[in-house]
């Protein structure tokens, strides 16, 4: 609460209000509950950042999120497939091994790096 507040600070009539808003003054196992209660009724709550319902948000921005995964896919298997068949047609060749050490770099990195 503190942290949504930013550098003015917030009066301690304010910051109750604040905790008793977003349900931060009940137990945790109350709150955990209450949230999956919202969750099974399809409310996901409101945004911090665009103050709308997350669900808005996750529909306004799904059909971009699954271009780019089906671009990645096709991008994957028309890398992937080719370099793969060719591996495994030359054998223990410096293709194999070149196509071996690059799928295996690209496995390895962290996710975060691409």
Known sequence: VALLAGERGLTPERHAQMLAQLGLDRPMVEQYFSYLWSLAQGDFGRSLVTRSPV?????????????????AM????????????????????????????GALTGYSMPIFWW
């Open 74 to 101: 096709i991008f994957a298997v028309a890398i992937g497939l080719p370099a793969g068949i060719l591996a495994a047609v030359r054998r223990g060749s410096a293709l194999d091994h070149t196509v071996m050490a």
């Open 55 to 71: 669900l808005n948000d996750f529909l306004t921005l799904f059909p971009a999120t699954l271009e780019l995964s089906f671009a």
